[in-house]
C-alpha cells in the first residue's frame, strides 16, 4: 500500500512537531515546513519518515515552490496541516498598528498563502483535508489581544467559508481550536493558563480528529472549550462581566 503523505507547517516547534512525530510514528510520510532549518533538520534525523521543506510563510512564491517540492518527492499530498502562527503578549496590550500587521502576514496572510499553494491540487485530486489552526482566541475578543485574536477570528471565517467551496470537490476544510497548551509560544504568557496540556496531548487529539473522525472543528481540551463556547453565545454585557472578572481585567 502507498504511503499517505501530510504537510505540516509550524513544524520546527510546538503542535506541528509534535503532531509531525505523530503522523510519522504511525508511517506517514511528513513533510515538515517552517523558517528554521537547524530545527526541521534536527527532527528529521530523528524520524525516518520526515523530511525538512523549509519556508517563510509569508512569501507566496515560495509557498508554491515548497509545494511542488513536497508534490515532486512524494508524488501525492493528503493532508495539509496549516499551524504557523506567532503570538507576543507583550506587544498586544496596546494599538500597535505596525505589530497588528506583523502578525495577520504570519497568522493569516501566511495561513491563505499555504491554502492558495494547495487550493488546484486538492480541487483536481477531490479528495484530502486541508486543515487551519485557528484558537480559543478567536471565539470571542479577549483582554490584551489586538492582533493575535482577531487573527485567529478572521482564520475561523475563512475556514467556514472555504469548508462550502471546497465540499463541492469532495475536500474537507478542517478548523483546529487548541486551548492551552506548553509550547514555545505559550511559555511567554505570564498568567496561569487554565487546563494547560501537552504538545504530545495535541497531537493526540489532531491525529484522532483527522484520521478517525470527519467533524469540521477538532477543539480541545473539552473542558475549556465547550465552556467558552457557551460564553460565545451570551450577551456581550453577561460576557464582559464575566471574563472581565475571570482575567482580572482592571479599569486604569
Ligand atoms: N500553544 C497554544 O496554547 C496554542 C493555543 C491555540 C492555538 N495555537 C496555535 O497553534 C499553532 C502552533 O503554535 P505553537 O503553540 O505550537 O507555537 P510555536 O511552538 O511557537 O510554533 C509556531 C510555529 O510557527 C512557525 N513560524 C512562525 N512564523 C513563521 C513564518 N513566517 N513562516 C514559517 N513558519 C513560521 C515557527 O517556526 P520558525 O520560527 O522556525 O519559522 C513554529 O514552528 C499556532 O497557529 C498557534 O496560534 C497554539
Known amino acids: 500500500m502507498n504511503k499517505k503523505t501530510i504537510w505540516i507547517t509550524g513544524g520546527s516547534t510546538g503542535i506541528g512537531k509534535a503532531l509531525a512525530i505523530k503522523f510519522s510514528s504511525k508511517g506517514w510520510n511528513v513533510a515538515v515546513s517552517a523558517r528554521r532549518v537547524e530545527l526541521l533538520n534536527e527532527l528529521c534525523d530523528q524520524n525516518e519518515n520526515i523530511a525538512a521543506f523549509p519556508l517563510d510563510v509569508t512569501n507566496k512564491e515560495i509557498c508554491f515552490e515548497v509545494f511542488n517540492k513536497i508534490k515532486s518527492k512524494f508524488n501525492d499530498i493528503d493532508i495539509c496541516f496549516f499551524s504557523t502562527g506567532t503570538w507576543d503578549p507583550k506587544k498586544e496590550k ?49 483582554p490584551n489581544s489586538t492582533g493575535y485574536g482577531p487573527s485567529k477570528s478572521a482564520l475561523n471565517n475563512l475556514a467556514e467559508s472555504l469548508y462550502f467551496d471546497f465540499k463541492r470537490y469532495n475536500v474537507r476544510v478542517c478548523l483546529v481550536s487548541p486551548g492551552f497548551i506548553k509550547t514555545p509560544m505559550t511559555d511567554k504568557n505570564d498568567f496561569k493558563m487554565p487546563f494547560l496540556k501537552t504538545p504530545e496531548y495535541a497531537a493526540d487529539q489532531i491525529y484522532d480528529g483527522l484520521v478517525n473522525k470527519k467533524s469540521f472543528e477538532i477543539h480541545f481540551p473539552k473542558a475549556l472549550t465547550i465552556t467558552l463556547k457557551i460564553l460565545s453565545f451570551i450577551p456581550s454585557k453577561i460576557y464582559f462581566n464575566l471574563v472581565g472578572r475571570l482575567t482580572k481585567y482592571q479599569k486604569k
Open 94 to 142: 496596546d494599538i500597535d498598528v505596525e505589530q497588528m500587521k506583523e502578525v495577520f502576514k504570519v497568522n493569516f496572510f501566511g495561513t491563505v498563502n499555504t491554502i492558495k499553494a494547495v487550493e488546484q491540487h486538492f480541487k483536481e485530486r477531490k479528495n484530502g483535508i486541508i486543515t487551519i489552526v485557528s484558537s480559543i482566541a478567536g471565539y470571542r475578543g479577549l
